[in-house]
């Protein structure tokens, strides 16, 4: 028997995940080129609404009206097809990342997240992978020497930087013994040594470090933004790319350090977990309960994740205007040589903690 | 019923994406094909209730081995690749056609012996929980048997490339 009211509710909640990544997504754009200006002491765009505000409606304007260029030689069919595939997995993944508990409303228990899947964080892996379809094949359809460097460039980028990835994320399931996100969020909130809540940065710093590195190569953002190297490739797997083939891009880079935001909070930083909070209030040892209605605690939950987000996005934007760029044989070597071993090494550690009753 | 009518739909379109990949005169449309048709068959083991399975064809499949495919088509020169099919001799297809009814045989002796009894499921069956328990507790050996032959392989490559560093 299917329960319509709670198929309609989770339509309902995709259909808003969906407008609020895109939304965000538009003001990322606004926030990196404020941010940037604000650390190299200029004004930024402001001219557009209140603090600039309406900047990102006025770039989307010019990108819908802008001339679309296809190159003579291009493969038309994959140059067109490459931009869609960039941005659909970039937005599917978000699907199963849990941005609060549970809800209960009128007898209905609501997990706030689009799809609590078994496989979890496998999915994710298995989404963000093709993600890099779009960029590769982009590069080569454009018939243009400085695309087919930065699709190639990204190709050998993502295989080495999802290995060590994954061995850090292995870390995090041997610790919490799931797959769902959301229990990895859940058994954050139980506590060590009766005080400090368990969540992943303390538990798996190491981890934390090589995930952290990882992400920020997944997501071709500086410093390893080699794919898209003005100062060699022009503008890299996106050079031919105009009007809204190129937006499409864009919007795909940007979701994708949303979901990639969302991941780091979820994974390490407790997701939706307020310290002590649980669903009927604060419960703090040797101290007392503080009762909660339980709609409030789910919204301060929400409230929490967004804020851990926000962070890490404006995290990634930080390093992007504060470090240089890698070369692309020291990037190699800083994954092949430096972030698989110690991937390894921190799942050995990990055994002897968990061995130890430590963990 | 539904998911009756999409297991045939996507049985389908997996022949015809694995046959496309296979007659493509465009090695790129060849490995895109593949591509596809490795996303189907994850789309197959969804349907057939075998979540961990989908997610780890995706991942290995798709994520590792069409990229390192698509890696090595682009640095082909551009210019020679052809748009229409590749023409087979006859004598390859008729041996394709042999293997295809050996296959064939085969399938039909296995679906006696492997006949799954009327009503039997398992609890969790193709999750990602069950295929770990069962791998760790029952199945040790094999796996890691199956590890070592990886490693071996990882091995050779290496190997490889060292002699021809020599040369």
Redesign the interface.
């Given at each position: 028997m299917v329960d319509y009211i709670t198929v309609a509710i989770y339509t309902v909640m995709s259909v808003v995940v969906f407008v609020l990544i895109l939304t965000t997504v538009a003001f990322l754009t606004l926030a990196e080129r404020r941010i940037s200006a604000f650390m190299q002491d200029r004004l930024g765009p402001n001219r557009v609404g209140p603090w600039g505000l309406f900047q990102p409606v006025a770039d989307g304007i010019k990108f819908i009206m802008k001339e679309d260029i296809t190159p003579l030689e291009a493969n038309k069919l994959l140059y067109t097809l490459a931009p869609i595939l960039t941005i659909i997995p970039a937005m599917l993944t978000f699907a199963v990342v849990p941005f609060g508990h549970d809800l209960f409303l009128h007898g209905r228990v609501i997990n706030l997240q689009i799809a609590n899947l078994n496989v979890g964080i496998l999915y994710v892996f298995a989404i963000a992978s093709m993600g890099i379809f779009g960029i590769i094949i982009g590069g080569w359809a454009s018939n243009n020497k400085y695309s087919l460097l930065g699709g190639l460039r990204s190709a050998s980028q993502f295989i080495s930087y999802e290995i060590s990835m994954g061995l850090a994320v292995i870390g995090i399931l041997m610790v919490y013994g799931s797959l769902k996100l959301n229990d990895i969020a859940l058994y954050q909130g139980s506590l060590w040594f009766n005080t400090i809540p368990k969540w992943g940065i303390l538990v798996q710093p190491l981890g934390f470090i090589i995930f952290l590195v990882s992400v920020f190569a997944e997501t071709n953002r500086v410093p390893f933004d080699l794919p898209e190297a003005e100062s060699e490739l022009v503008g890299g797997y996106h050079t031919e790319y105009s009007s809204m083939k190129f937006a499409f891009f864009f919007m795909g880079e940007y979701a994708n350090m949303i979901t990639a935001s969302a991941l780091i909070a979820t994974l390490y930083f407790g997701g939706w977990q307020v310290p002590y909070l649980h669903n009927i209030g604060f419960i703090i040892p040797k101290f007392g309960i503080v009762h909660m209605q339980q709609w409030l605690v789910a919204i301060i939950e929400v409230l929490s994740f967004v804020i851990k987000v926000g962070f890490f996005l404006f995290f990634f934007l930080w390093v992007r205007w504060t470090l240089p760029r890698f070369r692309f044989d020291q990037l190699t070597a800083l994954g092949w040589k430096v972030l698989i071993p110690l991937g390894i090494l921190n799942i050995v550690i990990t055994g002897a903690l968990i061995m130890l009753r430590i963990i | 019923m539904i998911s009756n009518v999409l297991l045939y739909i996507t049985a389908v379109l997996l022949v015809i994406t694995y046959l496309y990949a296979v007659i493509a005169g465009n090695p790129?449309y060849s490995a895109?094909s593949m591509?596809a048709a490795f996303?189907l068959t994850?789309f197959l083991f969804v349907l057939l209730g075998a979540?961990?399975l989908?997610?780890?064809q995706?991942?290995i499949y798709?994520?590792?081995m069409?990229?390192?495919f698509?890696?090595i088509i682009?640095?082909f020169d551009?210019n020679k690749t052809s748009t229409g099919t590749v023409r087979y001799k006859p004598s390859t297809i008729f041996s394709y056609f042999l293997i295809m009814v050996v296959l064939l045989i085969a399938f039909f002796m296995a679906k006696g012996v492997l006949k799954m009894p009327e009503g039997f499921t398992i609890v969790g069956f193709g999750?990602?929980e069950n295929i770990g328990f069962n791998l760790m507790r029952y199945y040790l050996l094999p796996f890691e048997l199956a590890s070592f032959i990886l490693l071996v392989g990882v091995f050779g490559a290496i190997t490889f490339i060292k002699k021809r560093d020599k040369e």
């Open positions: - | 790129v895109l591509g996303f994850s979540p961990f989908a997610a780890v995706v991942i798709v994520g590792a069409l990229v390192m698509l890696f682009m640095m551009l999750s990602a």
